[in-house]
């Protein structure tokens, strides 16, 4: 693991859920800088990003773009493409054999991401568009999944052969077997990476691509909050942020679209905010003080964990969150939004900086309309007051704050307060 996510404790389907989490997890998270900084400049620099957009406004006609963005606008593609998939492989191997298996994961993901060109693979078409195979490096798409299976699996393989032959290598030859050996699994994972997993994943991401267009032109795709709200709640945030719509925007954002609404779905602040507006004016008195804070913290910072304890103290106000949350994700279906990466934390400052320029009002309407919807739903949901006990609600936070604890020490793999040593 890392750092970012230490691992779950127990044997529970939520713990198995936890470490699969925090495993992808611990694969993105530190390489969130590389995600920000190819959200920055995709939107200044690409054709419809802020620079272009303020030249069109100074003068520039609309069919022309500065010599600057289209130069600086080269980086975008081998960001997203080459640079982000190695990153990730690195380290996922890193996390499972130190620098070793870094490299070796890194260099097993070339096959993958090569395995489109040489093996000439063609994309599903997904609205009846002529496709066709790439014909060079510069074609293709993110490998993320690729390097999700890649990045460790060489390395655990890595880690095996070098415990194997712990203590059996002669004095003065270490360097040379260490240096082979790693050639030789890194080139042997390159091949099964070229003719076995990037095809699986390719196949495999094609499929998942054409399941979320047919829930998009289907007007489905609402449908994913009534598992997303919930279990963010118990904090599986990085299972389903990191390991399941971070890969899928990835491949959206670089199929051509340029931006994502699959980066949108999980971080939306709006449901959080309209469940803090809900207890502030209509929740326990006794707790009401509290609130504010909270939604600084959540809205403008973007730690969406400050909300968690005001559902589970309420758990009927998840409903208002799956409502909110479809709400927000079908108006961003309704006019093709979405960010062009991933937007960490998930505050609203966040969002607009990986917004299109064009798309900013929509979107920052989105979040608005997705947190009425949820405050309205959670203010009938709370009978508008009428039925709290500021007694009994002191005591109803103290307990939703020790189980909010209680959930996230487990997904730490740390003791909560007040266990037994």
Do not use: C
Request: glycine content about 12%.
């Amino acid at each position: 693991m890392s750092d970012y996510t230490p691992a779950a404790t127990g044997t529970g389907a939520r713990a198995r859920v936890q470490r699969f989490g925090a495993f992808l997890a611990g694969m993105v998270m530190p390489n969130l800088g590389a995600f920000i900084a190819f959200g920055i400049v995709t939107t200044l620099f690409i054709p419809t990003g802020w620079i272009n957009l303020i030249a069109h406004w100074g003068g520039l006609p609309a069919d022309q773009t500065l010599p600057i963005t289209d130069q600086i606008g080269s980086i975008v593609g081998p960001l997203i493409t080459i640079l982000i998939p190695i990153l990730i492989a690195y380290t996922g191997g890193k996390n499972v054999h130190g620098h070793r298996g870094g490299v070796v994961g890194a260099v097993a993901l070339i096959g993958a991401m090569l395995a489109p060109v040489a093996l000439k693979l063609v994309a599903i078409p997904l609205n009846g568009e002529e496709v066709s195979a790439p014909k060079s490096i510069a074609e293709i798409g993110p490998t993320i999944l690729a390097a999700f299976v890649l990045g460790p699996l060489a390395a655990l393989v890595m880690k095996w052969w070098d415990n194997f032959i712990s203590g059996k290598v002669r004095g003065g030859f270490e360097m040379l077997v260490d240096n082979f050996s790693a050639g030789i699994v890194g080139a042997v994972f390159a091949v099964i990476g070229l003719y076995v997993v990037g095809p699986l994943t390719f196949w495999i991401t094609q499929g998942l691509g054409w399941l979320a267009n047919a829930l998009v032109n289907a007007g489905l795709l609402p449908l994913v909050s009534i598992v997303v709200e919930p279990a963010k709640v118990l904090f599986l945030n990085n299972a389903i942020n990191h390991g399941v719509f971070t890969p899928l925007g990835i491949e959206q954002a670089g199929a051509g679209a340029g931006h994502s609404i699959f980066f949108m779905i999980e971080s939306n602040p709006g449901p959080g905010l309209g469940i803090l507006t809900a207890m502030l004016l209509f929740g326990p008195r006794a707790i009401r003080p509290t609130v504010p804070a909270a939604m600084v913290v959540h809205f403008l910072g973007g730690i969406h964990e400050i909300y968690f304890p005001y559902v589970l103290m309420k758990p009927i106000l998840i409903v208002a969150a799956i409502v909110g949350g479809a709400t927000g994700v079908l108006w961003e279906t309704i006019f093709g939004l979405g960010l062009v990466g991933p937007a960490s934390p998930g505050s609203i400052i966040a969002w607009v900086a990986v917004s299109p320029p064009t798309q900013i009002p929509l979107i920052v309407a989105g979040v608005i309309i997705s947190a009425a919807v949820t405050f309205v739903v959670g203010a009938l949901l709370l009978g508008f007051g009428r039925k709290e006990s500021a007694t009994d609600a002191a005591i109803d936070l103290e307990a939703a704050q020790e189980k909010t604890a209680q959930n996230k020490a487990e997904s730490k793999n740390q003791p909560a307060a007040g266990s037994a040593a």
